[in-house]
């Protein structure tokens, strides 16, 4: 079975600017997850997605971050507008049901100049 | 989610079974114990979970005493493949409130040749 897919794999923009990641889910998973990887530190959740209903968002700065799920299937997180400190690895997770092990992306690793 | 404690590094010689001890000492009774690991540049890689009896699959051992403070992950027969962080987390994974994994910085296994 193919696993998450996540693109682009790196980006590199300058600070102020917008920057979405996509991530494709395993097939038939309803749950999905994005999280950041800061440099030396375990990842951290920002939202988690049941089919196409953010059930927990509470770690996602909204000033500036927006999620969504459309069709309960692909995902898109935004960062708008983006800051130094948005320097990061965001990996998006899935699983099949909430309380199922989560299998991850490799990332998308964010740099801002 | 309770805590978990882990070495901050650890050595094993090619060939050799490499354990990895984590504490959770403040372990409910309806949480379990997952094991992740992270190789450089990839995403989060599920091992294994438990809640009370040991576990074995195809990549690991997870033991877990018979008070549930403590458990050891064991990697049988380790490889140069096997060098990477590992994660030890618990986590409520039975109706309500699950949400998200919860990652401590973890170990960082060397695999020496």
């Known amino acids: 079975e193919a696993g998450v897919v996540q693109s682009p794999r790196y980006k590199i923009i300058e600070k102020k600017q917008p920057v979405a990641f996509w991530c494709n889910p395993i097939?038939?998973?309803?749950?999905l997850y994005w999280y950041r990887q800061n440099l030396g530190q375990g990842p951290e959740l920002l939202i988690r997605?049941?089919?196409?209903?953010?059930?927990?968002d509470s770690q996602l700065p909204k000033d500036r971050f927006s999620a969504e799920r459309l069709k309960g299937v692909d995902s898109t997180l935004k960062i708008q507008p983006a800051e130094l400190g948005d320097s990061a690895v965001y990996l998006c997770?899935?699983?099949?049901?909430?309380?199922?092990?989560?299998?991850f992306g490799d990332g998308t690793r964010l740099s801002i100049l | 989610d309770a805590k978990t404690t882990q070495p901050t590094s650890m050595d094993c010689a090619e060939g050799r079974a490499a354990n990895l001890p984590c504490n959770h000492s403040t372990i409910s009774g309806n949480e379990y114990v997952y094991w992740y690991r992270q190789i450089h540049s990839q995403g989060p890689q599920y091992i294994i979970h438990g809640l009370k009896n040991n576990e074995t699959n195809e990549m690991a051992s997870l033991i877990i005493t018979e008070d549930r403070k403590s458990s050891t992950l064991i990697l049988p027969h380790a490889t140069l493949r096997d060098t990477a962080v590992y994660y030890c987390i618990v986590r409520v994974s039975s109706g309500g409130g699950a949400d998200g994994l919860t990652f401590g910085k973890g170990t960082h296994l060397i695999i020496q040749p």
């Open positions: 097939s038939g998973h309803n749950t």
């Open positions: 997770a899935s699983s099949l049901t909430f309380n199922q092990p989560q299998h």
């Open positions: 997605y049941e089919n196409e209903e953010a059930v927990d």
